[in-house]
DNA sequence: AATAGTTAGCGTATTTTTTACGCTGAGATT
DNA sequence: AATCTCAGCGTAAAAAATACGCTAACTATT
């Protein structure tokens, strides 16, 4: 499956920072970085999935692939949203020595390009847990990581942050049926501070591709919560007008 | 002055998208490709200011060299916004044999990463007009260009439409002393619609960071206008909340 | 000297959006 | 039966956006 090493370009990496919503708190997949052969010394520390690009293949059609060898998902929501390329962005002689060794190519400079990814977590099978060990964390609480790869998450929230309030983009966190107060919840978990959920509502509901659904949740220790989904073809039908929640 | 040619990383440049302001309509300085040796035979184009990375350089110090050679001036406003890394975005073998020629390296496949830069157009003595035939374009009425350097370019508008909707960055552009016409013209050109004058004033005279100065126009043929500037200390010291321009 | 043309700059009235809450409803839990 | 929690509808007030009217001050034109 893998191609032969010596295809990587050894200048040229993606990495991903996919994002996750459990319905409580953002979260983010790492995997672990671990050496395949020797080097048991080498620290365990996890990083972001991401991937030197092989030769002639496009940017985004490798955070594609990062993620499908990861998640088993594809069509996932992508979005480049930085460059990171400070020559010594990749310094630490344990992390030359891993990405050398996993990759075959002689690591001089290597400048990566990031992308959040937006999945909804149910759907997830997380394919190659067991291999890269990934596993989801909590952006609020994020272990040690190799690289520069918690400025690239800190920057990739940001990002996250300033499309939430323009793009109706939340629902490719959310599972297809949810709840306004899943929806406030991931907005608040996103944004990092509280909203008031009757002005948050109203909001909402403003739009028409926020579509009612005649169900309703049960078996919740309070009054059940009706059903929406996300109408896409209606948004993309008369987005005339750019939204603005300046929440 | 030049560093030798063999030290330029193949892979990674930078281009900048460099925007400035006449007083009437939005500007983007244009270099032309012309090469220096032989090959006559190859269109001279329009291509953005940019540069292969030199093998350890920093990305934002690589476009701050490609800006300082070419301007002679440093300390300008510089903001990375994209990527630019398909593989065939380098294909027309006039192209590619430039790019070979004048970096004296083989070109394979080239990731560039775009900056978008902000200057006082009066500022600028443009230092290597002659050498790179440096000149101000219209961002409305743009000459053919090279490589996929018109993209970039409107890539480079839509950010800085977002942009000048959220931080004080119209003044990069200004002069130190303005009028609020001036600002408002600017506006329009950079959004591509009119303004009402009175709403727009009315608007920015609400930050306090936009103080009057004592001094007018003269020479013009209607009622003189205040000038302003714009007190950048006072706007980091209170810049609690991010500004919503929504023009 | 009068007039026309242009932008400056102050105002006002109306509509829309945001913000801050009050309150009842429908379930489960104790 | 009382209590807890969130759902979901509502209202009142404040703030912001929008749409204009109008006079002031200057140059250019006749």
Redesign the interface.
């Known amino acids: 499956m893998k191609e032969p090493l010596t295809s990587f ?1 050894p ?2 990496s993606v990495d991903c920072v996919v994002f996750g919503f459990d319905g409580n708190s953002l979260k983010v997949l790492l995997v672990e970085k671990v050496a395949d052969n020797h080097a048991k010394h080498i620290p365990r520390k996890h990083k972001l999935p991401g991937d030197l690009i092989i ?5 985004y059609g490798a955070a594609e692939r990062v993620l499908l060898e990861l998640t088993g998902l594809s069509n996932i929501f992508l979005k ?1 949203f ?2 990171f ?3 010594d962005r990749i310094s630490d002689p344990d992390d030359i020595r891993w990405l050398e060794d996993t990759s075959g190519v002689t690591i ?2 290597v ?1 990566t ?1 990031a992308y959040y990814s937006l999945i909804k977590i149910g759907k997830s099978k997380v394919k190659n847990v067991v291999k890269n060990n990934a596993s989801w964390h909590d952006v609020a609480n994020l272990p040690d990581l190799a690289f520069d790869h918690e400025e690239i998450i800190k920057e990739g929230i940001k990002s996250l942050q300033m499309a939430i309030r323009h793009e109706p983009i939340c629902f490719e966190l959310l599972p297809r049926k949810f709840t306004l107060r899943e929806t406030q919840i991931l907005y608040e978990a996103i944004l990092g501070h509280e909203l008031d959920n009757r002005n948050f509502r109203k909001k909402l509901l403003k739009a028409a591709y926020i579509e009612p659904l005649d169900e309703k949740q049960n078996g919740v220790a309070h009054k059940p919560a009706r059903f929406y989904k996300f109408n896409k073809k209606k948004y993309e039908l008369n987005r005339t007008d750019i939204l ?1 929640y ?1 929440f």
């Open positions: 370009n200048h040229l030769r002639m293949e496009d940017l480049q930085s460059v390329g400070t020559p001089s400079r400048v390009t603005n300046n």
